[in-house]
């Protein structure tokens, strides 16, 4: 036996099978049948040989399962099944119920996973029809298609249980994230130590480029402050460690600024900005989709007829189903649709305080990339921190060296050294 994946014959249309049968098969060389049987089935004959005596074929069991999918499907629908350790007329009562008692997120997640294909329900509709409805030769995964194939808006159903389930995390981390990048965003805006610091080095830079065509500079761009890892003259400590000397001396303050601020740059770098935003986006539309999957529920409910007095109807059963789906959803969503329109809202924000850093840093905002920006900031201020502890460890790293010219004494005599303006 082949265990291929067979094309369905409305889908023959335009493939390389299409011609085949247009030309009914003329096209493939004959082949000799008896030689086929003997190349592909086991010869009755050789094995009376081996054993003495002619073994019985096997008949076929007779209540053997019609197998409809495709066996990998059907394998993976089986291994999802078993986790529920269920009947399936319990399974999807517990879906009709919101039964969290019996499911959860992963389960919800295998049972959106096992909901039927178009192409699925018409299989298991033309073998319905074929055997006169009845479906007890079909094998467990295809008895369980069936059985959520009966469940309107399944898909969309177990969406909305899906979002509500998994909102209450979702929300906090979203909320959490999106305070913290606005509060390292604002931080760097509002940081007068980083503007003090970055002041200094624009000083030292005009300073060491006098009289070149990169001096009396008026900015610089962030990259640019890998520089202040460049060597003094004595070849052991950096600009950095003058600049970590200098403010521990005479502004201690701005250190400590910069150390508050390098909390906000660590814990900004522990997620991903351009991810964020996405998930607040998937939020918002996982809302607006359970929102629409509630409306039109209640719409088919109120239009459904209800059933003759003293008659049973599984579509009444389902109403009552519905309704209490709707109306739970319906009070989650009231409450969940005001916290999600609160992130977005958030999400403007921080949008909004990007483009402020683009505009802080002199970066072009259509090119900005605010992750960049705070991978440059932890890197200078990681380097200025340990600066200033390797000042108070080793004081040799701004010796100045003996033979320099700045030990000479001062001639009185000597003209003024002309003013170096920054």
Not at 27 to 38: F, G, H, I, Y
Not at 100 to 127: H, Y
Not at 366 to 386: C, I
Request: hydrophobic share 45%; proline share 5%; aromatic share 6%.
């Amino acid at each position: 036996m082949l265990h291929w994946k067979k094309v369905p014959p409305m889908k023959v249309g335009g493939t390389v099978w299409e011609a085949h049968h247009r030309m009914k098969g003329a096209n493939v060389p004959s082949m000799d049948k008896k030689l086929l049987a003997a190349l592909l089935c086991e010869d009755p004959k050789a094995e009376k040989k081996k054993k003495g005596a002619k073994k019985p074929v096997a008949a076929a069991p007779k209540n053997a399962k019609v197998i409809l999918l495709d066996a990998k499907r059907s394998q993976n629908i089986g291994i999802a099944l078993a986790q529920f350790r269920l009947p399936q007329d319990k399974i999807v009562e517990a879906v009709l119920e919101m039964d969290m008692a019996v499911l959860n997120v992963d389960k919800l997640i295998s049972l959106q996973m096992m909901v039927p294909s178009a192409d699925e329900r018409k299989t298991l509709a033309a073998f319905l029809k074929k055997n006169k409805g009845d479906a007890s030769k079909l094998g467990p995964s295809e008895q369980f298609l069936l059985r959520l194939g009966n469940l309107p808006h399944l898909a969309d159903w177990l969406g909305a249980m899906l979002f509500r389930e998994e909102f209450k995390m979702r929300h906090e981390e979203l909320e959490g994230r999106l305070s913290t990048a606005l509060g390292a965003a604002g931080s760097v805006l509002q940081s007068e130590a980083l503007r003090d610091v970055l002041g200094m080095g624009l000083a030292i830079g005009n300073f060491l480029n006098e009289g070149h065509m990169l001096g009396n500079a008026t900015g610089f761009t962030l990259p640019s402050a890998e520089l202040f890892a460049h060597k003094l003259a004595n070849k052991r400590g950096t600009l950095l460690h003058l600049i970590a000397s200098t403010l521990k001396e005479k502004r201690p303050e701005v250190l400590e600024g910069m150390a508050a601020l390098l909390v906000w740059i660590k814990n900004v770098q522990k997620f991903s900005l351009d991810y964020l935003l996405v998930e607040v986006q998937e939020v918002s539309t996982a809302c607006a989709g359970a929102q629409k999957t509630i409306a039109q529920l209640s719409k088919e409910s109120s239009a459904a007829e209800p059933s003759e007095e003293g008659a049973e109807d599984a579509g009444d059963d389902f109403k009552v189903h519905v309704e209490a789906f709707t109306a739970a959803m319906t009070a989650f969503l009231a409450n969940a649709s005001q916290q999600v329109k609160v992130l977005g809202d958030s999400q403007m924000q921080l949008q909004g305080a990007h483009a402020q850093l683009a505009a802080f840093f002199a970066e072009d905002v259509s090119k900005f990339k605010p992750e960049e920006l705070y991978s440059q900031l932890l890197s200078f201020l990681s380097q200025l921190d340990k600066a200033a502890m390797e000042i108070d460890e080793d004081t040799s790293l701004l010796t100045v060296p003996q033979d320099h010219s700045y030990h000479l004494p001062t001639d009185p005599n000597a003209p003024p050294s002309p003013e170096r303006t920054p």
